[in-house]
Each structure stands twice: as structure tokens, then as C-alpha cells.
């Protein structure tokens, strides 16, 4: 999938955007799960959920210091993406914790999904960073548990939880475009890649699809 | 210092209580640093505060294990705790990023001086499980030259900040206090430990003397 050298200054603002976003996005991320956390009903989900926010912490950690081996600025390449994360998180705050949960399943899962289809198009060192920086060892699933026991005794949840959902990604996707507009370097890094819009189209009905069936899991309709 | 029997039932109380109060402390100092961490000014700032709180919660993490090892149920022990730190936390909500970053120094500061005072009343394994999670290599350091900074340029900012430090001692030792009446085997710890009265005024003193030596870091008056 490579055609751009790793040599290419296009290509070298193209990996600077794209762990810039990363990196950022799991900080934002660690942030918003730990403020969620909160709104836990029991010591154990607050844990649980705790534990998801430092996994990000972590990963972002990671993601910083590989940056400043490779000698990107990493400040400078999060800074772009400081404006979307915070219009996606202050459109999706989450009204109580079922919700916050929900978000934290669904919002991470399309971003992560996300980062897996751009990291086929970097170099293999780049794409084992990005690697660690995304698995999660299913350390979320704990989510899809409480979901179906909420499903369970609140008859209303399932239509508003649903809706909640649908809202998530569209307000990810929205976010992401206008980061593909701004940054022309990431888009770039596609084009580069030999990839055609058809192709952008059938990476976007992936992440639709990945989408449906974490919402299905959750007994959740998308 | 030991004068309980570490298989006294009293003794295993209180140490479940302390390590419970500890652990539940790092939790909701890990979620608050985290909240407080979104209103940094700056990436490198919001970036330092997020590494304040991850460390709460690998510390947190390390009491758990250790509990669980030791047959301690961690729920449980922190159980009791929930009421008077949402209590604490509720009572010094920073109304800026300024107040939050005095609060994660100073408030963290008197709680873990406490716990230090505490864990000359334990045994040695427990005692080095305490440090482990006391330990802060610094970390907060970075706070000082921040509000430092911050008074330069901002003549209101000593008094104001002064005030709120007095605030968060007020509001910790009192809910400290709250503490000790309701934890009978905590406060047996002490007397169990041969402490009377003149030498909780004397490690009251301590706590206070610490504080006003943090608070003069920051160039403020206690």
C-alpha cells in the first residue's frame, strides 16, 4: 500500500497528522471517560470505567514518546485536532452514566477503527506504533454487560440509547470530515496511496458496518 | 509503634479501613485531576495534569491487587469513603484551571502527609504498600512555577489563591475529622498504638506546618 517514501515531506505531515490525532484523541479520550466515571452507580463500574480512561492515558503516553524519538513535535502535531475533539465532545455529553458508557464503547470504537484503516498506508514502524496505541484488549467489553442489564429493566432505554448511538456516529463522522478537509496532508497520505473515492466509500461503509454490529451487541439497533 | 497484634480482628479492621481510605482517596483524586485537567490553558499543561492523575490511578491499581492479596475486600473497604470525599470534592470545586492545579498540590499534599502519619501505626508489609502508593516522585512539582507565574501577572491572584488554600486545609481536616468519629478501628489504630491525645494535636500540628510550607512553594500565605 505504500507509495509515498517515507523520505517525502508530504508523507512525514501526513504521519505527524495522523499520530497528532491519535494521540490526541486518547487523551481527550482519557479525559471524558474519566469525567464519566463518575456518574458510575457502583465502586466496581467506576473502576472498570477508570480503567478504560488510564488504558488511553497509557497509549497516549506511548504514542508521545515515539513522536519525540522520531523527533515530531508532538504539541505542534496535536494542536490541529484541539478544536474538532472539542466540538465532537461538548455535541456528546453524555446526559447520564448509561450514556457515557454507551459513548465510551461506540465514540472509541469508530475512532479506532478509523486509525486501523489509516495505519494500512504508513510504514511498518509507524503502523506497530499505531498498533499498540489501539488495542484495547477488549478491556471495554464489560460495557455490553451493563448495557443489556440497563435494556433489561428500563423499558424506555433501548429507542433512546439507539438514537444516542446514531447521534454518536454522526457527529463522528461529521468531525472527521472537517478534519479531511482541513488537513490535506492525511487526505493526502490516501490519495498517495493509490486510494480512489470509491475506496474512501467502501472504508466509510466499514466503519457503518463496525458500527452496527457494536451497537447489535449491545442490543442497541444503529 | 506496634502495639496491636496484626491478628487482632481490630488491627485487620483498621487496616482495611486505611488502605480503603487511601485507595478510594487515589480514585476520586484520579477522576478529579483528570476533570480538572480539561481547563490547562496549554497541551503541554493539560498533558501534565492528565500525568498527575494516571499516577493516582496506578497507585490506585497497586492498592487494589495488594488488598485483594491480602484477602481485603477493596469495595468494601472503600465503601465508607464515598460519602465524605464527594462531600470534600463537592465543597472545593476550583472555579478555574488556577484553583484546580492549588487544589491537586495542596490537597494532595495534606492527604498524603495524613496517610504517612497513619503508616507509622502498621505493620512493615502494609507500611511498604503505603509508600509504594505515596510516592510522587515529584511529579507536582511542575504546579509551583506554574502558580508562580501566575502571580506575576495576575495581582489579584496571591490573595485570592491564598484564601482558597486555607479553604481546601478547612475543608480536608474537617472532613477528616468526620472521618475519625465514624472509623471507630481507624482511630483504635492511634490509641491502640499508645497515641494520646497531645500527640494527635502534635501530628495536627505537623499536617498544618507541611501545608504553610507548601503554600510558601507557591508564594503564598497559609
Redesign the interface.
Known amino acids: 500500500m505504500e507509495h509515498m517514501s517515507t523520505e517525502d515531506p508530504a508523507y512525514t505531515a501526513a504521519v505527524s497528522d495522523l499520530l497528532g490525532v491519535l494521540a490526541?484523541g486518547e487523551?481527550t479520550a482519557?479525559?471524558r471517560m474519566?469525567?464519566d466515571?463518575?456518574l458510575a452507580p457502583?465502586?466496581?463500574l467506576?473502576?472498570s470505567m477508570?480503567?478504560l480512561?488510564?488504558t488511553e492515558?497509557?497509549q497516549?503516553?506511548q504514542l508521545?514518546e515515539h513522536m519525540g524519538a522520531r523527533g515530531i513535535d508532538a504539541?505542534a502535531a496535536?494542536?490541529p485536532f484541539?478544536t474538532p475533539f472539542a466540538a465532537y465532545h461538548e455535541r456528546t455529553k453524555p446526559r447520564d452514566w448509561i450514556e457515557g458508557l454507551v459513548k465510551a464503547f461506540v465514540g472509541d470504537g469508530i475512532a479506532k477503527d478509523f486509525y486501523r484503516e489509516m495505519s494500512a498506508f504508513v510504514d511498518d514502524e509507524t503502523r506497530a506504533v499505531m498498533g499498540l496505541a489501539l488495542d484495547d484488549e477488549g478491556q471495554a467489553d464489560f460495557v455490553v454487560g451493563v448495557v443489556r442489564d440497563t435494556l433489561k429493566t428500563d423499558r424506555t432505554a433501548a429507542g433512546r440509547l439507539s438514537l444516542w448511538g446514531r447521534r454518536l456516529l454522526g457527529e463522528a463522522l461529521s468531525q472527521a470530515q472537517a478534519v479531511a478537509v482541513e488537513r490535506d496532508a492525511m487526505s493526502a497520505l490516501l490519495v498517495g496511496g493509490g486510494v480512489d473515492l470509491a475506496e474512501v466509500g467502501q472504508m466509510f461503509a466499514r466503519l457503518t458496518e463496525n458500527h452496527q454490529k457494536r451497537m447489535a451487541l449491545m442490543g442497541l439497533t444503529a
Chains 1, 2 share one sequence.
Open positions: 490526541y487523551l482519557f479525559i474519566a469525567v466515571s463518575d457502583t465502586l466496581t467506576k473502576s477508570a480503567g480512561a488510564h492515558y497509557v497516549y503516553s508521545i504539541e496535536m494542536a484541539v
